[in-house]
């Protein structure tokens, strides 16, 4: 549930795109990963119901496997979300990169920062979004909410076979590398520059707005903003959940 006492961060109108077009083969056989549920209700859910609750947030596209809108659209219909929040479905296409372009063209006129935020994220706090569209309000053009590394870092050559022994070539000091979470925020038009300019596949939105040679900034991430990926995430997540309903009292 979201806080409506929250102040709304101030002077642009947000919009969030969900990609959420993806099988999530590493959970293995069943329904899309966006649908898999948590606690009885999909991820999907969980992550609009994330997005929206930051009351920066007035729109959330929902990025649809392409055969699968209709099927979205009457899951968020059946599910109880924040009325001062407006939700649009659309089908997506057969990469990340191309589903949030689909998404990028559904916003309407006016809009001045999206973000970008992963389905498989589901619980990221909203104290975590807030922080990412002011940060893109107060200038940065490119916005990753981010945590230090516990683990050290090898950079390896590629083993010769698939699961063969990987020689390692260097050790990146560990204090200067972060994994990065979203939601990712951007500067509407600069987002639109990057998807227009960037035709490689990439890893994240970020990742194109830097090869525009701009700024992208990092602020703190958090720890229940992890990806559901692995049957142990869903474990985990459903920990966290069971955690929030003992401290909120339902």
Known sequence: MSDDSRP???GARTAAVIPAAGRGVRLGPGAPKALRTLNGTPML???????????GVRLVVVVAPPDGAAEVKTLLDSHALPERTDFVVVP???SRQESVRLGLDALPPGIDIVLVHDAARPLVPVDTVDAVIEAVRDGAPAVVPALPLADTVKQVEPAAVPGGPEPVVATPERARLRAVQTPQGFDHATLVRAHETVTENVTDDASMVEQLG?????????EEAFKVTRPLDLVLAEAVLARRRLNDGF
């Open 214 to 222: 701009l700024p992208v900034v990092v602020v703190p991430g958090h």
């Open 92 to 94: 997506g296409g057969d």
């Open 8 to 10: 709304a961060p101030s």
């Open 45 to 55: 859910i969980h992550a609009v119901r994330a997005m929206a609750a930051s009351r």
